[in-house]
């Protein structure tokens, strides 16, 4: 059958033409296509650029906002304070932005894109359940209840850096066993470099629980200090000042009557940029710190949720029968109370931090997750491709993850965008009722204590974190709706 | 058509109990477990010794020391319509009154030589007609503060214990706990030689303890018996008589507030649900005929323009939109449009229902205007966020719909374009439109939990986020119960006008 | 035949009622907007064709040949955008559909023109009872009362040989099978006594005897009512036994047009001889089945026309035949009496005098 001619280019093709092929267009590769349309939209653009925007200050908040100076120099000779008191996750994000920007946009030609954020992903939970997990250990050996040979040993100066060895080439195992990427050294490298790097960080990095950000001040009055250079935003979330009390934007330290003192001090011409809370906490370094929650809760939230509702919803999909009437009990649970109620009851019984309130609002919000798995799953299995899978024998995993799971995923995809929209939806509300995690800096958190129990209205604590929460929240609806609309096959059927 | 409601309503019943349950069991997860609130509320007392002997009475009373899942149990045979056993009696007042309880034996009795003054306790005749009342009130009274006193004697007693085992030496005193308190089932079998250190103590508080549960059985079988001879009538309707009855659930009481939670839940709910009713209805009517028109006019400004609007609202959580409500609209600081708190003005009591002006000439707002005055801002809070699911799911269902064939045949037919949108396009969008009742029935009544606290409505979700200060197990449980109830029932609602608009659905077939 | 005479109607009435085309398209161009971002796609390009009274007018050919799209504009249900009308009319009645308001447009959709369409178990709405369907088309388009709609209602149920129709009209579509579903259809298309009726593949979605039933079914309604059938398919068998004219089309054109026993004892145009060839034989031992390109790719097959050379797109730049200047490459040339069959646009057949397809031909044998 001879082409449509190149290179002249039909002004209009037939009905026949077009049931041929004619005028179509190159096809290129599913999630190819999706992402381009994705990109195509303003709204979707917006939305990953202010992502993108929170996921930097999540990285460099301790570089940018911290009451500790990045150096100074006393008769001690030079210290760096602000190094000192980096947390051991702080140094683990900072390397995986450092090494990881270059690795995914730069790394290796033979691998993918996709294939390099997916390394720098499953390096990314390694290091966090390395973190996670050693902290717990110590904490654990630590206890007053532990026999006595454990406390010393984890006391002695081999103690934190032998458990932390010994959970990290555990992680480092099981890194190097999931096939996250095909190629085999790569796989091995950054599982060994992963586990290198949180060895590192978990066993020396500053473990001082108490600051004094005083001390600071003194030496700078009394003239202790030769030479001091300050972070951008020399204020942390944890400095909180009772004689500086809801101050609003812009004031100058030294203008709040009861720090007058501080007149021709370096620490009275400080301004407070977005103001000072309730507690006299500056509201800046505030914000910027709350990032990590907001990108970290809303993401690993999801991870949790996405995965255990793909896990029920294939199970429920594919078995059907019985297995599906018994775990859709289950979801119906779930479906007959809101999910916020059940979230604030769990919020409110359970330990506040960080670590729990992932945990929990990922358990409790999987259902959705669940029924769009199960309704694809139940499609997929009378499909041709899944019979004759089975037909070749192969074991239900492969049939499952292989064959089913990349055809069924995909609303699951679209929908875990707006999942992470509601996730930071969720932090915020539990964190304005008070059930946030403690000690932490949050958006809701700032929220909470714009309306005093005074019955004042402070405003600029509710339109800063305001607006950060309203514009995260709507970033991540946009780039789902982006998404629904570029992968959704009905909707773009109906859209020509 | 019955068949199918019994069914459904029969289904619901696992769910409940799936429901319930999660929640007892995450109470029973969170530190303290279930009875920490208790235990500050005992903690006024100066007396540490008191404050334990309180704490054992309080877990005593609400059967805080067993385990978990027999917890659970009790709590659902009180929820459950069917009861086993004997049945309560009920005052005129409409409060229940249940049989007195039994007392175990004491721990340990076995180890200790029995005091030689115990004597049975004479036979009690409760007397008849109107003194039975008082009589049985007294008793009742008389039971509860014996048993108190035997608690707090157990209590003391097992402190006494923790004391002797320390003198013994390692081989006792590793049957003590991590916190160095005994646990009498530990030391069952144990000998307790009379020449042992600190015997004597030991044995003058097991037979304090062993007196005084004599005493509180003796007190317990009186009233029983007054409990018997029926000062109130019974409760419930007998099914089995003795064995098995109909009664209504017994939601309990508030350990934190002592008011039965019935009560409490009986204030709270029409709050919310009239916060709910006013707020489903607006939902509805300013996001489907949204969606209507968008899909109409496709691609057209109101399209975009709405889609825009809407997501932007969709994004606003719902404390953001109250604090802003409250801070501007409502705070005298700035606007003070609207009320900050509450349900009513406080002289709405005095209130006429509608707006009046009396003879000086002078108006007044009346109960009506002033409730919708201060409902207005929990309202909007608790609307604006489902705009956007509900007019974007008309939209896309109505353009599904669109394309359809039947709405090609009906266009055939030369039927009128706004007749083929509202007849044939639209009737046929209602489907997923009350389906969609599913998911924002249940988003509002979680979204109205956060306004109340917001707007300082004394609603279910005020009643909650209480009882969570106050670790208040009977309320939280009771609240769970009471939401899923009334979800389901919305769901089972929801179902039915399904079947109602779908001629395909069928109950019989269902 | 284009030329018209208002007074005749009067005159002889009978007669002259047969004797006119009910429907006439000529040279008609629709076009649609790609949706993947592509050229138009051009659905028909200079189509023509007439149908009259009692006559069944079966326009064939392959998916996409434009002969759906055709019917569509003739009820004006093509969505614009994305679908445009390029050229042509579609006379109706003496009024140009093409240019009607949507007001009257409404007057003629389901009144004068009724369409049955191919996907009976779709084209209901299930949420309304096959009497509130029914009624609907009959109010709208008769002065009638309720009761006298619901005469009509049953009527035309049991016309279409629907038993017991009075407790028929109150069940929904789901309660119908497909055949019984298409017998509605017809029945709420034929319920307002259309002039024309355009069925749209009405059998392909139905099992061969409820086929034949249905098709026949038609027919007498047809020559009770003097409508024209405009029958579009894809099954020759269905059009040799019910055609009385034949259009086949191609690529958004006309290729053929003749009576049907004319077409099919020699099909002139070597699409339509691909078209016949295309059809298995029971009898005839194959090697593999002829396909439409089989004989559209044979040089041979184009020079069997003498003085013309048959329109065909694929056919190589150096084969076609010198063309005449004009708009279009195409031209539907009456070869033979009544015959007509598309050809290249060459000069010496610019200068012939050209009448488009009209044919009053109807089958004796009914």
């Not at chain 2, 530990?186 to 000998?191: A, K, L, N, P, T």
């Not at chain 2, 109909?246 to 919310?272: E, H, M, Q, W, Y």
Request: hydrophobic share 50%; with cysteine; aromatic share 8%.
């Amino acid at each position: 059958m001879p082409d449509a001619p190149i290179g002249h280019a039909p002004q209009a093709i037939s009905g026949v033409d077009a049931m041929r092929g004619v005028g179509a267009v190159q096809a290129k590769g599913f999630w190819e296509d999706a992402w381009a349309r994705v990109l195509a939209r303003p709204g979707a653009v917006f939305g990953l650029s202010w992502i993108a925007v929170i996921a930097f200050f999540a990285v460099f908040a301790p570089l940018i906002a911290n009451a500790h100076p990045v150096t100074l120099v006393t008769d001690r000779g030079r210290e760096w304070p602000l190094l000192e008191h980096l947390a051991p996750a702080d140094w683990l994000l900072l390397a995986g932005a450092v090494l990881g920007t270059p690795w995914v946009f730069l790394g290796p030609r033979r691998l993918k894109r996709s294939q390099r954020l997916g390394v720098l992903v499953a390096c990314g939970l390694q290091a966090a359940a390395t973190v996670v997990l050693s902290a717990a250990v110590v904490a654990w050996a630590d206890d007053a209840d532990r026999a006595a040979w454990v406390k010393d040993s984890i006391r002695a100066p081999w103690g934190i850096p032998s458990a932390v060895a010994a959970v990290a080439l555990v992680f480092a195992a099981v890194a190097a066993w999931v096939p996250s990427v095909e190629c085999r050294r790569v796989r091995l490298g950054a599982a060994g470099l992963t586990a290198a790097l949180a060895f590192l960080a978990c066993s020396f990095a500053g473990r001082t629980a108490l600051v004094n950000f005083e001390r600071y001040l003194e030496d700078e009055r009394s003239g202790a200090i030769r030479e001091v250079v300050w972070a951008p935003v020399p204020w942390s979330p944890q400095y909180t000042r009772s004689d500086m009390v809801a101050q609003a934007p812009g004031t100058r330290v030294a203008d709040v009557p009861s720090l007058s003192a501080y007149a021709d001090t370096a620490f009275g011409a400080r301004r407070l940029l977005l103001g000072s809370d309730a507690l006299g906490g500056d509201v800046l370094s505030q914000m910027l710190w709350a990032c990590r929650l907001s990108i970290s809760i809303g993401i690993v939230s999801t991870g949790i949720s996405v995965a255990i509702g793909i896990t029920m919803g294939a199970l429920m999909g594919y078995f059907g029968g019985k297995v599906d009437l018994f775990l859709f009990r289950i979801v119906e649970i779930f479906m007959a109370v809101p999910v916020l109620f059940l979230l604030i009851v769990a919020a409110g019984v359970l330990p506040r931090n960080t670590y729990v309130m992932m945990a929990i609002i990922g358990c409790f919000s999987w259902t959705g997750a669940a029924r769009f798995t199960r309704a694809e799953f139940l499609k997929l299995r009378g499909q041709d491709f899944v019979q004759a899978a089975r037909a070749n024998g192969l074991p239900v995993s492969k049939i499952l993850f292989r064959h089913m799971l990349p055809n069924g995923i995909t609303p699951v995809l679209v929908d875990a965008s707006f999942a992470v929209a509601a996730a930071i939806t969720v932090e915020a509300t539990l964190s304005y009722l008070g059930l946030g995690p403690d000690g932490q800096a949050s958006w809701g958190k700032l929220l909470s204590s714009a309306t005093a129990a005074t019955g004042t209205f402070v405003w600029w604590l509710a339109v800063f974190p305001g607006a950060a929460i309203f514009l995260s929240v709507l970033s991540y609806n946009l780039l789902g709706e982006a998404m629904r609309d570029a992968i959704d096959p009905k909707l773009r059927k109906a859209a020509h | 058509m019955i068949s199918y409601l019994l069914r459904r309503l029969a289904f619901m019943v696992p769910t409940v109990l799936g429901i319930t349950l999660m929640v007892f069991m995450l109470l029973a997860l969170a530190p303290g477990g279930i009875g920490a609130g208790l235990a500050g509320s005992a903690g006024q007392l100066s007396d540490t010794s008191k404050v334990a002997q309180m704490q054992a009475y309080f877990e005593d009373r609400y059967g805080l020391n067993d385990p978990v899942i027999v917890q659970y149990a009790r709590w659902l045979g009180r929820i459950s319509p069917v009861k086993f056993g004997e049945r309560d009696l009920r005052t005129p007042s409409g409060e229940r009154v249940a049989p007195p309880r039994a007392i175990d034996d004491p721990p340990l009795a076995e180890a200790f030589p029995a005091p030689t003054a115990e004597v049975a306790a004479a036979p009690y005749a409760p007397p008849a007609g109107e003194q039975l009342v008082p009589e049985f009130k007294k008793l009742q009274r008389e039971a509860e503060g014996a048993r108190r006193d035997y608690i707090g004697s157990v209590r003391q007693f097992r402190d006494a214990l923790a004391e002797w085992a320390k003198q013994q030496g390692p081989s006792m005193a590793g049957r003590l706990d991590s916190k160095g308190s005994a646990r009498t089932e530990d030391f069952r079998g144990v000998e307790f030689p009379p020449d042992s250190p600190g015997y004597a103590k030991l044995a003058a508080a097991a037979a304090a303890m062993r007196a005084k549960w004599f005493r509180a059985s003796a007190a317990r079988e009186r009233a029983l018996a007054a409990f018997r001879a029926g000062p109130y009538p019974k409760s419930g309707i007998p099914l089995l008589p003795g064995l098995v009855s109909l009664d209504t659930p017994d939601l309990g009481v508030a350990f934190s507030k002592n008011r039965p939670v019935a009560d409490l839940i009986a204030a709270a709910l029409p709050v919310t649900l009239l916060i709910n009713l006013i707020a489903f209805p607006i939902s509805y009517l300013v996001a489907v005929p949204t969606g209507i028109l968008a899909s109409v006019r496709r691609g057209g400004w109101l399209d975009v323009g709405s889609g825009f609007l809407f997501l932007g609202l969709y994004s606003v959580p719902t404390v953001l939109a109250g604090v802003f409500a409250i801070g501007f609209l409502a705070n005298r600081q700035y606007l003070g449009w609207f009320p900050v708190s509450g349900l009513h003005d406080s002289a709405a009591a005095s209130m006429t229902f509608l707006p009046h002006t009396d003879a000086a000439g002078l108006w007044h707002r009346g109960y009506l205007l002033d409730t919708a005055w201060h409902v207005a801002l929990p309202v909007l809070c608790l609307v604006y966020a489902s705009f956007a699911v509900l007019s974007k799911q008309t939209r896309a269902s109505m353009l599904d719909n669109f394309s359809a064939d039947y709405v090609r045949t009906a266009k055939a037919k030369g039927v009128p374009r706004k007749d083929v949108v509202m007849r044939h396009v639209f009737r046929n969008s209602l489907l997923p439109l009350i389906t969609m009742f599913v998911g924002v029935f249940p988003a509002m009544l979680a979204g109205s939990v956060v306004i109340e606290r917001i707007f300082t409505v004394p609603g279910m979700g005020s009643l909650i986020l209480e009882a969570i200060d106050l670790r208040d197990r009977e309320i939280i449980l009771a609240n769970t119960f009471m939401v899923a109830c009334v979800n389901l029932l919305a769901l089972l609602l929801a179902d039915i006008l399904y079947a109602a608009a779908d001629p395909r659905v069928s109950f019989n077939r269902a | 035949m284009t030329q018209r005479q208002p007074g005749a109607t009067l005159a002889e009435p009978g007669t002259d009622r047969l004797s006119r085309p009910v429907l006439e398209v000529t040279d008609l161009a629709v076009s649609f907007d790609n949706s993947a971002g592509g050229p138009r796609v051009q659905a028909v390009n200079g189509a023509s064709m007439a149908l009259y009274p009692q006559q069944t007018l079966a326009v064939v050919g392959e998916s996409g040949c434009g002969k759906s799209v055709t019917a569509m504009s003739t009820m004006q249900l093509i969505a614009r955008p994305p679908g445009r009308f390029d050229r042509g009319s579609i006379l109706f009645e003496g009024r140009d559909i093409c240019t009607l308001e949507e007001r009257d447009m409404l007057s003629i959709r389901g009144g004068k023109i009724a369409m049955i369409f191919q996907e009976p178990m779709t084209s209901l709405n299930p949420v309304y009872t096959i009497g509130d369907q029914l009624l609907e088309a009959i109010l709208l388009h008769q002065r009638v009362g309720p009761e006298e709609a619901r005469g009509i209602a049953v009527q035309a149920m049991r016309d279409v040989g629907i038993r017991k129709p009075e407790e028929r009209l109150g069940m929904y579509p789901h309660q119908f099978s497909g055949g019984m579903r298409q017998r509605v259809m017809i029945a709420m298309a034929l319920a307002c006594r259309p002039k024309v009726l355009l069925a749209d593949e009405p059998t392909t979605a139905l099992d061969v005897t409820i086929q034949a039933q249905i098709l026949e079914l038609l027919r007498e309604l047809q020559r009770d009512r003097d409508m024209g059938i405009m029958l579009i398919t894809h099954n020759l068998g269905v059009v040799a036994e019910n055609a009385d004219v034949v259009c086949v089309m191609y690529a958004g054109r006309v290729v053929e047009v003749a009576n049907v026993f004319e077409l099919f004892d020699e099909p002139l145009h070597p699409y339509t001889r691909g078209l016949f060839r295309s059809i298995p034989m029971l009898r005839e031992a194959k090697h593999r089945l002829v396909t439409i390109r089989d004989v559209t790719d044979e040089p041979a097959e184009f020079r069997r026309l003498p003085g013309a050379v048959p329109w065909w797109p694929d056919m190589p730049q150096g084969a076609r035949p010198a063309l005449a200047a004009g708009r279009d490459e195409h031209v539907l040339v009456e070869v033979r009496p009544d015959r007509w069959v598309a050809c290249w646009r060459t000069p010496e057949l610019e200068a012939r005098p050209h009448r488009r397809p009209n044919l009053a031909f109807r089958r004796g044998d009914r």
